[in-house]
């Protein structure tokens, strides 16, 4: 599919109500639990509906609108009526704290807002005099509290409701014939879809501005990787304001699925699995490995023979797919491939172990599949790296997950491994239209094999940072390339391993994305804290490098009356320990504006102190690919649960 450059999200959408009238595009969960379908004709007028509204409130072509909601059919609903009339969306999720609604709102001046409940209108309003420009808050919810009522009359903030302005919308096309449909007529690729502000914490975000052309550039074959039926369900788990599950939805709309309103909580998940008998999961790492660590501590909690039996046979089937990678070409290759060695060296053994295999999953296989339900096609693993070991066993029982990657500025994918030609461990190729490339650190391209840093170009590359060309220049080369800060290497074939990250930011394998610098300098606010370095790229928590000052640690043993033979032994005593971690506990916490996935887990003491050239660059900052380099011991003993 080739799209035009007047193709909108809006559009798009449109095309779909057309084709699938009938057919649900969400579905509602109701406060019995049961789920309520909403077809695409419903969603996509209600939309309009919406989208009228705002007209009739004054909302203009490429203004800015803030969309402060969690996971919800209006959420959706809200946003095709934003994009049908040109507005351009500004999201941000519930958790978000008053810094990021301060900044955010602030930074791209809006004068109207979409807030999902009363909690949310009121941590608005509590910013009000820092958001000059905010005249509307549209509610998604319709129970509006009389006290946040009269905060927003008192701000002289006009207060509505997704309800009241679909109903006025629906007056206004009457009175407005075909008005809005031409609006959503008048869109075109380059317009600006949305500003997606990257986390930090207390530094300045910064606002990926998203086209349309973006969004559907990746909608182009992506339906041949990650393939639906009209009407089949996905779980929807992820945080919508992200651009994965953003584009997700998108992937779905397009074929005509059904988005499915769920939570990444095992007990909830696990029941919708039930009621809705999904056919697909996008979701992050950490939901996968959730269901492995569910079904490895089911069977230790029911031990014996049922224990070693699953043990066996999981055992038998990862020996056995290794073997079929190998025959079959599943492998990533950096050579070539030798399928007749290898059919020569495992035909025989792989043959005999089939009926093992199948006898495993008579017994065992089939039972946790039953789990994802008779209609479960496929997982797509996104917003973090995979691990390895999640990735070899549900390979080898037969459960189908697939793995991508993509940024935020990439809106956001760039490959995708594709459900019928799977590649073991990669992330299959670049999407078609997608130019990718491997360079060393002073830009040179290197050969297939050879890993390096991962440069992307192509028609889904953001249009730049918002109000901020200076940060825009630092990661778009002169020749148009995006410098991803990602290590990566190509096969022979054209499949993408990734294999870190250069750049600071680190991604949590749950997908949440946080800026190391702001947590190292509140930490080093303390006396005790000569300088720190977070550490968790790909890890389920946060650690920590502690440098200590000594002086200052013999000062708090001398004034304690803390004993000590040497210096190694006082900081490996309890006193010491438990200082630090109460340092580290009061500074990275809620009150400071840390959000719980940013607070410290585990930390080592360090006394080595930091050199140029060693650790530090010569503007004295520090190089992360070093200290993993130095401290490999140390850090992999904070993460030892991971492995």
Known sequence: MVFEENYTVAKMIKNSAEKWPEIPAQYRRLKN???????????????????????????????????????????????????????????????????????????????????????????????KEKLPALKIIIALEDDIKDEVRDACKSGEVELYTFTQLVNSGKKWRVEHKDEIEAEVEKGTGEDLATIIFTSGTTGTPKGV?????????????????????????????????????????????????????????GSILLADFKKLNPHLLPAVPRVFEAVYDGVTK???????????????FVGVAKIHKAMQRKMFNQNPCFTAYRPVLWWILFILPWSLMWPLYWLGDLLIFRKIKVMLGSNFRVGIAGGGAYPKNIDEFFWAIGVEIVEGYGLTETAPIVAVRPIAAPIYRTIGSPIRGVQARIVDMDGYVLERGQQGILQIKGPTVMKGYYKRPDLTEKVMTVDGWLDTGDLAVFTIHNELQIKGRIKDTIVLRGGENLEPLPIEMKLSESRFIKQAVVLGQDKRYLAALILVDEDEIKNYAAENGIQYDTYENLLASNGIQSLYEGEIANLISSKNGFKMFERINKFTLITKPFEVGVELSAKQEIMRFRINEIYKKEIEAMFVEED
């Open 33 to 127: 639990g049961d789920f309520e379908p909403i077809t695409y004709r419903t969603m996509y007028q209600t939309g309009l509906d919406f989208g009228a509204g705002l007209l009739d409130l004054g909302l203009k072509r490429t203004e800015p609108i803030g969309l402060i909601s969690d996971n919800c059919p209006e959420w959706q609903q809200a946003d095709i009526g934003v994009i049908s009339i040109g507005a351009v969306d500004v999201p941000r999720g519930c958790d978000a704290t008053l810094i990021d609604l301060e900044q955010i709102l602030a930074i791209t001046e809006c004068k109207f807002c979409i807030a999902q409940n009363n909690s949310q209108v009121k941590k608005i309003m509590s910013l």
């Open 209 to 265: 501005m998203l086209t349309h052309k973006n969004f559907l550039a990746q909608l182009d074959e992506i339906p041949e990787r990650i393939y639906i039926n009209p009407g089949d369900r996905a779980l929807s788990v992820l945080p919508v304001w992200h651009v994965f599950e953003r584009e997700v939805e998108y992937v779905i709309l397009i074929q005509g699925g059904a988005i499915c309103y769920s939570k990444p909580i």
């Open 298 to 312: 089911k069977m230790r909690k029911t031990g014996g023979l049922v224990l070693k039996l699953f043990n066996f």
